[in-house]
Protein backbone atom coordinates (compact mmCIF):
# COMPACT_ATOMS: atom_id res chain seq x y z
CA UNK A 1 0.00 0.00 0.00
CA UNK A 2 1.58 3.50 -0.57
CA UNK A 3 2.24 5.84 1.55
CA UNK A 4 -0.05 8.73 1.89
CA UNK A 5 2.18 12.15 1.94
CA UNK A 6 0.38 15.14 2.69
CA UNK A 7 1.56 17.97 0.08
CA UNK A 8 1.27 21.84 0.78
CA UNK A 9 -1.16 23.53 -1.34
CA UNK A 10 1.09 26.11 -2.16
CA UNK A 11 -0.77 29.05 -0.57
CA UNK A 12 -0.73 30.89 2.55
CA UNK A 13 -4.56 30.88 4.32
CA UNK A 14 -3.86 34.43 5.44
CA UNK A 15 -2.70 35.68 2.51
CA UNK A 16 -3.50 33.55 -0.40
CA UNK A 17 0.17 34.41 -1.77
CA UNK A 18 2.61 31.69 -2.33
CA UNK A 19 4.43 31.22 1.02
CA UNK A 20 7.64 31.68 0.21
CA UNK A 21 7.08 34.74 -2.25
CA UNK A 22 8.23 37.36 0.34
CA UNK A 23 11.84 35.26 0.60
CA UNK A 24 12.02 35.60 -3.43
CA UNK A 25 10.83 39.08 -3.21
CA UNK A 26 14.08 39.83 -0.52
CA UNK A 27 16.55 37.50 -2.46
CA UNK A 28 15.49 39.25 -5.79
CA UNK A 29 16.28 42.50 -4.77
CA UNK A 30 19.06 41.51 -2.94
CA UNK A 31 20.26 40.07 -6.77
CA UNK A 32 19.54 43.58 -8.21
CA UNK A 33 22.51 45.15 -7.16
CA UNK A 34 25.02 45.24 -9.58
CA UNK A 35 27.74 46.86 -11.19
CA UNK A 36 24.82 48.98 -13.23
CA UNK A 37 22.68 49.06 -9.91
CA UNK A 38 25.05 49.82 -6.96
CA UNK A 39 22.25 51.82 -5.03
CA UNK A 40 18.24 51.53 -4.91
CA UNK A 41 15.47 53.49 -3.50
CA UNK A 42 12.40 53.30 -3.08
CA UNK A 43 10.63 54.22 -5.99
CA UNK A 44 13.56 52.55 -8.09
CA UNK A 45 12.72 49.15 -6.76
CA UNK A 46 8.80 49.79 -6.43
CA UNK A 47 9.28 50.24 -10.08
CA UNK A 48 11.50 47.52 -11.24
CA UNK A 49 9.32 44.95 -9.41
CA UNK A 50 5.85 46.31 -9.94
CA UNK A 51 5.55 46.41 -6.17
CA UNK A 52 3.39 49.14 -4.07
CA UNK A 53 5.73 51.74 -2.51
CA UNK A 54 5.23 50.31 0.73
CA UNK A 55 5.93 46.63 0.45
CA UNK A 56 9.48 48.07 -1.58
CA UNK A 57 10.03 50.05 1.86
CA UNK A 58 9.44 46.80 4.06
CA UNK A 59 11.81 44.61 1.95
CA UNK A 60 14.43 47.33 2.21
CA UNK A 61 14.07 47.84 5.75
CA UNK A 62 13.94 44.12 6.48
CA UNK A 63 17.40 43.89 4.56
CA UNK A 64 18.51 46.83 6.76
CA UNK A 65 17.94 45.63 10.29
CA UNK A 66 19.83 42.61 9.37
CA UNK A 67 22.89 44.40 7.73
CA UNK A 68 22.24 43.20 3.80
CA UNK A 69 21.53 46.94 3.04
CA UNK A 70 22.78 50.04 4.33
CA UNK A 71 20.68 53.27 3.80
CA UNK A 72 22.45 56.58 3.03
CA UNK A 73 20.50 59.17 5.37
CA UNK A 74 20.90 61.89 3.06
CA UNK A 75 19.73 60.36 0.03
CA UNK A 76 17.88 57.51 1.22
CA UNK A 77 18.95 55.34 -1.15
CA UNK A 78 20.26 51.89 -0.19
CA UNK A 79 23.28 49.68 -1.18
CA UNK A 80 24.93 46.33 -0.07
CA UNK A 81 25.72 46.35 3.57
CA UNK A 82 28.41 44.28 5.90
CA UNK A 83 26.21 40.95 6.10
CA UNK A 84 27.06 40.51 2.25
CA UNK A 85 30.55 40.80 3.39
CA UNK A 86 30.32 38.46 6.15
CA UNK A 87 28.48 36.28 3.83
CA UNK A 88 31.24 36.21 1.25
CA UNK A 89 34.45 35.44 3.77
CA UNK A 90 32.38 32.72 5.12
CA UNK A 91 31.67 30.78 2.03
CA UNK A 92 35.24 31.93 0.54
CA UNK A 93 37.28 30.42 4.10
CA UNK A 94 34.89 27.50 3.71
CA UNK A 95 36.68 26.64 0.05
CA UNK A 96 33.57 28.22 -1.67
CA UNK A 97 34.45 29.33 -4.72
CA UNK A 98 37.40 26.22 -5.22
CA UNK A 99 34.83 23.68 -4.55
CA UNK A 100 32.54 25.51 -6.87
CA UNK A 101 34.60 25.53 -9.78
CA UNK A 102 36.83 22.47 -9.11
CA UNK A 103 34.39 19.68 -10.80
CA UNK A 104 34.65 21.49 -14.08
CA UNK A 105 38.80 22.37 -13.81
CA UNK A 106 39.23 18.29 -13.37
CA UNK A 107 36.73 17.35 -16.27
CA UNK A 108 39.28 19.63 -18.22
CA UNK A 109 42.34 18.36 -17.20
CA UNK A 110 41.53 14.76 -17.85
CA UNK A 111 40.60 15.74 -21.35
CA UNK A 112 43.86 18.08 -22.28
CA UNK A 113 46.20 15.98 -19.92
CA UNK A 114 47.79 18.87 -18.42
CA UNK A 115 47.23 21.31 -15.40
CA UNK A 116 44.75 23.72 -15.08
CA UNK A 117 43.91 26.73 -13.50
CA UNK A 118 41.09 29.18 -12.18
CA UNK A 119 42.01 32.93 -11.48
CA UNK A 120 40.19 35.77 -10.47
CA UNK A 121 41.52 39.58 -10.27
CA UNK A 122 43.53 41.05 -7.62
CA UNK A 123 44.65 44.69 -8.19
CA UNK A 124 47.20 44.51 -10.61
CA UNK A 125 47.19 40.56 -10.80
CA UNK A 126 45.15 37.53 -11.18
CA UNK A 127 45.10 34.97 -8.00
CA UNK A 128 44.51 31.24 -8.32
CA UNK A 129 41.33 30.11 -6.87
CA UNK A 130 41.70 26.49 -7.53
CA UNK A 131 44.28 24.52 -9.57
CA UNK A 132 43.66 20.26 -10.64
CA UNK A 133 47.45 18.63 -11.19
CA UNK A 134 47.64 17.13 -15.14
CA UNK A 135 48.32 12.87 -15.54
CA UNK A 136 51.99 14.17 -15.41
CA UNK A 137 51.86 15.22 -12.04
CA UNK A 138 51.76 18.63 -10.41
CA UNK A 139 53.40 21.63 -12.32
CA UNK A 140 55.33 22.99 -9.63
CA UNK A 141 56.37 21.84 -6.11
CA UNK A 142 53.87 23.58 -4.03
CA UNK A 143 50.10 24.31 -4.08
CA UNK A 144 49.32 26.85 -6.70
CA UNK A 145 46.20 27.79 -5.20
CA UNK A 146 46.78 31.35 -3.45
CA UNK A 147 49.55 32.79 -6.36
CA UNK A 148 49.33 35.82 -7.61
CA UNK A 149 50.33 36.51 -11.57
CA UNK A 150 51.20 40.32 -12.53
CA UNK A 151 49.00 41.81 -14.91
CA UNK A 152 52.07 41.98 -17.87
CA UNK A 153 53.11 38.37 -17.26
CA UNK A 154 51.57 35.31 -18.98
CA UNK A 155 48.21 34.09 -20.36
CA UNK A 156 46.87 33.62 -17.53
CA UNK A 157 46.66 37.70 -16.87
CA UNK A 158 46.69 38.29 -20.21
CA UNK A 159 43.15 36.37 -20.85
CA UNK A 160 41.39 38.82 -17.87
CA UNK A 161 43.13 42.09 -18.78
CA UNK A 162 43.09 42.30 -22.55
CA UNK A 163 39.11 42.12 -21.94
CA UNK A 164 38.93 45.68 -19.93
CA UNK A 165 38.53 48.87 -21.67
CA UNK A 166 41.94 50.16 -22.95
CA UNK A 167 41.26 53.44 -20.18
CA UNK A 168 41.15 50.84 -17.60
CA UNK A 169 43.89 48.78 -18.29
CA UNK A 170 46.07 52.00 -19.08
CA UNK A 171 45.22 53.22 -15.05
CA UNK A 172 45.62 49.73 -13.79
CA UNK A 173 49.02 48.91 -15.44
CA UNK A 174 51.00 51.74 -16.96
CA UNK A 175 53.23 54.54 -14.63
CA UNK A 176 54.17 51.43 -12.22
CA UNK A 177 56.91 49.53 -11.82
CA UNK A 178 57.06 46.41 -13.87
CA UNK A 179 58.92 43.65 -12.96
CA UNK A 180 61.09 41.40 -15.14
CA UNK A 181 60.86 37.55 -14.42
CA UNK A 182 63.14 36.73 -17.55
CA UNK A 183 63.91 37.27 -20.96
CA UNK A 184 60.62 37.16 -22.83
CA UNK A 185 58.50 39.23 -19.97
CA UNK A 186 57.69 42.28 -21.96
CA UNK A 187 57.14 45.87 -19.76
CA UNK A 188 57.06 48.03 -22.74
CA UNK A 189 53.62 49.27 -22.60
CA UNK A 190 53.49 49.72 -26.69
CA UNK A 191 54.29 45.81 -26.85
CA UNK A 192 52.20 45.08 -24.38
CA UNK A 193 49.59 46.42 -25.49
CA UNK A 194 49.80 44.33 -28.76
CA UNK A 195 49.81 41.40 -26.96
CA UNK A 196 46.52 42.56 -25.23
CA UNK A 197 44.70 43.38 -28.65
CA UNK A 198 45.95 40.03 -30.26
CA UNK A 199 44.27 38.12 -27.27
CA UNK A 200 41.20 40.21 -27.33
CA UNK A 201 41.01 39.27 -31.23
CA UNK A 202 41.78 35.66 -31.05
CA UNK A 203 39.67 34.76 -27.76
CA UNK A 204 42.54 33.16 -26.02
CA UNK A 205 46.07 33.95 -24.89
CA UNK A 206 49.09 32.16 -24.75
CA UNK A 207 52.53 32.60 -23.16
CA UNK A 208 55.70 30.42 -22.34
CA UNK A 209 58.71 31.70 -20.47
CA UNK A 210 57.51 35.08 -19.36
CA UNK A 211 56.13 34.33 -15.48
CA UNK A 212 58.50 31.43 -15.19
CA UNK A 213 60.90 30.28 -17.29
CA UNK A 214 60.21 26.65 -17.59
CA UNK A 215 56.23 27.04 -18.00
CA UNK A 216 53.83 27.41 -20.82
CA UNK A 217 50.26 28.15 -20.43
CA UNK A 218 47.17 28.82 -22.53
CA UNK A 219 44.21 30.84 -21.03
CA UNK A 220 40.84 32.24 -21.87
CA UNK A 221 38.44 34.42 -20.19
CA UNK A 222 35.40 33.42 -17.96
CA UNK A 223 32.38 35.70 -18.59
CA UNK A 224 29.73 36.18 -16.64
CA UNK A 225 27.23 37.74 -19.06
CA UNK A 226 29.88 39.79 -21.02
CA UNK A 227 31.60 40.98 -18.20
CA UNK A 228 35.07 39.39 -17.32
CA UNK A 229 35.50 37.83 -13.87
CA UNK A 230 38.57 35.50 -14.30
CA UNK A 231 40.21 33.24 -16.18
CA UNK A 232 40.97 29.69 -17.31
CA UNK A 233 43.97 28.49 -17.83
CA UNK A 234 46.27 25.22 -18.93
CA UNK A 235 49.53 24.90 -18.31
CA UNK A 236 52.56 22.56 -18.29
CA UNK A 237 56.01 22.28 -19.07
CA UNK A 238 57.89 24.78 -21.82
CA UNK A 239 56.98 24.04 -24.95
CA UNK A 240 54.06 21.69 -24.47
CA UNK A 241 51.82 23.24 -26.71
CA UNK A 242 54.35 23.34 -29.42
CA UNK A 243 53.51 25.86 -32.12
CA UNK A 244 50.05 25.14 -32.52
CA UNK A 245 48.04 25.86 -28.75
CA UNK A 246 44.62 25.50 -30.45
CA UNK A 247 44.69 21.92 -29.82
CA UNK A 248 43.73 22.98 -26.53
CA UNK A 249 41.72 26.09 -27.29
CA UNK A 250 38.19 24.22 -28.27
CA UNK A 251 37.94 22.15 -25.00
CA UNK A 252 39.37 25.19 -23.03
CA UNK A 253 36.62 27.37 -24.71
CA UNK A 254 34.04 25.00 -23.44
CA UNK A 255 34.70 24.71 -20.04
CA UNK A 256 35.29 28.49 -19.74
CA UNK A 257 31.52 28.75 -20.61
CA UNK A 258 30.85 26.38 -18.07
CA UNK A 259 32.38 28.16 -15.55
CA UNK A 260 30.72 31.41 -16.87
CA UNK A 261 26.80 29.88 -16.34
CA UNK A 262 27.90 27.89 -12.92
CA UNK A 263 28.98 31.79 -11.63
CA UNK A 264 26.02 33.85 -13.13
CA UNK A 265 23.27 34.06 -10.64
CA UNK A 266 19.36 33.50 -11.53
CA UNK A 267 18.37 37.09 -12.74
CA UNK A 268 15.94 38.93 -10.24
CA UNK A 269 12.41 38.88 -11.63
CA UNK A 270 11.26 42.42 -13.12
CA UNK A 271 8.13 43.80 -13.43
CA UNK A 272 6.39 43.37 -17.06
CA UNK A 273 6.75 46.51 -19.36
CA UNK A 274 3.27 47.89 -20.39
CA UNK A 275 3.30 48.70 -24.12
CA UNK A 276 1.48 51.09 -24.00
Known amino acids: MSEIVSVPTGRDQKTDKPPLQT ?8 LSFDRDHPE ?7 AEFGLDKSVAQRLLAAL ?3 GFVVSDPRTRRYRLGPAVWHLAKVWERDGGMASLVR ?52 ATSRAYFAMLPARDRAA ?11 ERTL ?6 EERFAEARQSGYACSEGEYDNETAAVAVPVLVGRRPVGTLSVAGPSGFFGERPTAVVAPLTKAAADL ?17
Open 40 to 46: WGVSDVA
Open 23 to 30: ADRVLSLL
Open 64 to 66: AHR
Open 187 to 192: TDPVLL
Open 103 to 154: PVLRSLSDTVGYGVLFAVPDGVHMRCVAAVDGASGPLRAHDLTGELYPAHAG
Open 172 to 182: LLYGRPMARFG
Open 260 to 276: GRLLTPLRPRRAPVDPH
